[in-house]
């Protein structure tokens, strides 16, 4: 007698209930990796864009400011008073209020947070204007509301108040020697009281 070698149904059913329970308990672990992974880039582009600033601020001998903007595809795009950084300009600052000189190239324009994606992700300043010196440093632009703090968020928010675990949040300083630094401290980034606009 020839033995067939094969596999019977209950033994398909039986690796196919495996496979489910297995995509099932691996499927919240990436997508929140998927999240958190979104959620470092943007802050990494942000803290880019801003020690490109500062560096142009140097390299130029000019003020160098940076402010959120709704027109990033636009050929002269102009600052936003609003405090939304999901898309910035980096431009020169020929007379230091924090404003582009009107038809004047920026230096860098780039949306971060595509309007698609706005309503999953946020980026968010304590002020709508960043300027270096020539020295680098960080200046305070009287009668503009500036930011020394940046928050990047989702539908997670900061995170609840308790426990030690990092914020699912992503928190810029930048102090006044115009260097930045990230934090995922959840009482830290509490104390800055920078809203995420999906929650706390």
Do not use: Y
């Amino acid at each position: 007698m020839v033995r067939q070698a094969g596999v019977t149904v209950l033994e398909v059913v039986v690796s196919l209930l495996i496979i489910v329970l297995i995509i099932g308990i691996a499927a919240p672990t990436i997508q929140e990796n998927r999240r958190n992974s979104r959620i470092v880039t943007v802050a990494n582009d942000l803290a880019a864009s801003v020690q490109l600033a500062r560096s142009e601020a140097v390299k130029r001998q000019k003020i160098v400011s940076m402010c959120p903007t709704e027109h990033v595809t636009a050929h002269s795009p102009k600052c936003s008073e609003d405090p939304n950084f999901d898309a910035w300009i980096v431009f020169e600052d020929g007379d230091g209020d924090c404003l582009p000189v009107a038809g004047a190239v920026p230096i860098q324009a780039e949306a971060a947070v595509p309007s698609d994606e706005s309503a999953r992700i946020a980026a968010r300043g304590t002020g709508a204007c960043i300027s270096f010196a020539t020295n680098g440093s960080l200046r305070v632009v009287q009668f503009m509301r500036n930011a020394d703090k940046l928050l990047v968020c989702d539908a997670r928010g900061i995170g609840t108040p308790f426990g030690n675990d990092p914020s699912p949040a992503i928190g810029l300083t930048l102090d006044p020697t115009g260097r930045v630094s990230q934090t995922r401290q959840r009482d830290t980034i509490r104390n800055w009281r920078l809203a995420c606009p999906f929650g706390h």
